[in-house]
Nanobody
């Protein structure tokens, strides 16, 4: 069993900052990519930022320059520092990770957290 648990969401004012955290736990042999997605009310889930193998980092155009993703591989954690928040950043933010649960299986499977609400007031 693998669990991803997000924290750090809440209410912020426009122009403010929030730092989201996500901890992966359980049966983890190795982790490939970790990242953040968000889903605003009535909209589809979209990519915010992902980091793959500590090499490749991808940001959506809507957050580029305002958000920074980072990982602590020793703790199986991923963070999202969000600055200069805008009301359009309001959404549920989900953590995602591609995890290999055993040395017996070569496959990385996608796991999701339950999400943390971010609300930005104008």
């Amino acid at each position: 069993q693998v669990q991803l648990v997000e924290s750090g969401g809440g209410l912020a004012q426009a122009g403010g900052s929030l730092r989201l955290s996500c901890a992966a736990s359980g049966s983890i042999f190795s982790i490939n990519g970790m990242g953040w997605y968000r889903q605003a009310l009535g909209k589809q889930r979209e990519l915010v930022a992902v980091e793959t193998n500590g090499i490749t980092t991808t940001y959506s155009d809507s957050v580029k320059g305002r958000c920074t993703i980072s990982r602590d591989n020793a703790k199986n954690m991923v963070y999202l520092q969000m600055n200069s928040l805008k009301p359009e950043d309001t959404a549920v933010y989900y953590c995602n990770a591609y995890i290999r649960t055993s040395s017996d299986s070569p496959f990385f499977l996608s796991y999701w957290g339950r999400g943390t609400q971010v609300t930005v007031s104008s």
